[in-house]
């Protein structure tokens, strides 16, 4: 049978209060008994719960993070960054995933209600914002990651995906590119939204008006990014460069643009977004947009733990620039 904390006060001839007391270290035990009491949990090795003993402190010295999926192509490195930081600040992470729908948020509530973590981080799974906006409300502290243009009234880290857009049409334009097709997200997304008027807003103010047709709304996936390339290819539609809104679809224009015999960057130039890993390895190695998805996690993570340690929350985002980096899909040689 585990030990415990009734066993080490019978040992001890004390009180469980008295123990929890020491445990918690509040001071109010003789300097006699608490030495009485940490021999005999150490002779019994008694281990507590570190949750009682954190909510004992009024903390559990947790974070909670709540995310869609771990399939994003992304999200792993967002995750990474949020627990560099939570583990060498000395906190634990709890982590939800929204796959199973309402029953992923029924539990995710059910925690809530529990006050198993001190704070929250969010990569927003889709039709949540409301609820929790509501947790931040009620005195939960809340740190929404990548806020998809929402701009939530409570604090988030995001990017530039606008001027990331931006700077993938002034790199293309340089390059005399003068008609990309566009491989967007889904258009529900900020995010999505944000890229597709950054990008057009380049050619247009360079007297370069995006035809309809160029435009192809994709999900993020590599088979859309192929079938977009496929589609117009079969119908005849020009271009010489591709802009897709992540990295994922880029390497599916890529494939199906070698399929179709076209080189890559001499007949058409690919540029990405995110600048995943995978950019790196794709063939040639993919042009892309980075989005600082690990400095992202980390930043939002550091806002939640300074506050626990007494700092304000921000009252506006926190703004981490895209930057971008050059590669052979647009670069030959």
Request: glycine share 10%; net charge positive; charged share 20%.
């Amino acid at each position: 049978m585990p030990i415990t904390i009734a066993d080490v006060a019978t040992r001890a001839g004390v009180s469980k209060t008295t123990v929890s007391r020491v445990l918690n270290g509040k001071g109010e035990v003789d300097a006699r008994t608490a030495d009485r009491v940490r021999a005999v949990i150490t002779a019994l090795g008694y281990v507590p719960s570190a949750r009682a003993v954190g909510l004992a402190r009024g903390r559990t010295r947790v974070v909670g993070m709540l995310v869609p999926a771990l399939t994003w192509p992304w999200m792993g490195e967002v995750l990474q960054g949020a627990v560099d930081v939570v583990e060498t600040e000395g906190y634990g992470l709890l982590l939800f995933t929204c796959n199973r729908g309402d029953e992923s948020m029924r539990r995710f509530a059910s925690q809530v209600s529990a006050k198993a973590f001190d704070g929250l981080l969010v990569v927003e799974p889709e039709g949540t914002l409301d609820y929790i906006t509501g947790l931040h409300r009620r005195g939960l502290p809340v740190i929404l990651i990548d806020d998809r243009a929402h701009q939530p009234r409570f604090p988030s880290v995001r990017t530039t995906n606008a001027a990331g857009a931006r700077a993938a049409a002034g790199h293309l334009l340089a390059l005399g590119r003068r008609r990309p097709l566009v491989i967007t997200g889904q258009r529900r997304f900020g995010c999505t939204r944000e890229r597709l008027a950054g990008f057009a807003d380049g050619y247009a103010e360079a007297g370069l008006p995006i035809d309809p047709p160029l435009v192809v709304e994709g999900d993020f996936t590599f088979d859309c990014g192929r079938a977009a390339v496929d589609r117009l290819l079969d119908a005849g539609v020009p271009f010489d460069a591709v802009f897709a809104h992540n990295d994922l679809s880029a390497a599916g224009a890529l494939q199906a643009l070698r399929d179709a015999g076209r080189r890559v960057p001499q007949d058409v130039a690919v540029v990405g977004f995110d600048d995943l890993p995978l950019a790196g390895h794709t063939h040639p190695p993919l042009t892309s947009v980075r989005q600082p998805l690990r400095q992202m996690g980390a930043a939002a993570a550091r806002t939640l733990v300074s506050h626990f340690d007494g700092t304000p929350l921000p009252d506006s985002p926190t703004v981490i620039p895209t930057t971008f980096t050059v590669r052979g899909s647009t670069r030959a040689g």
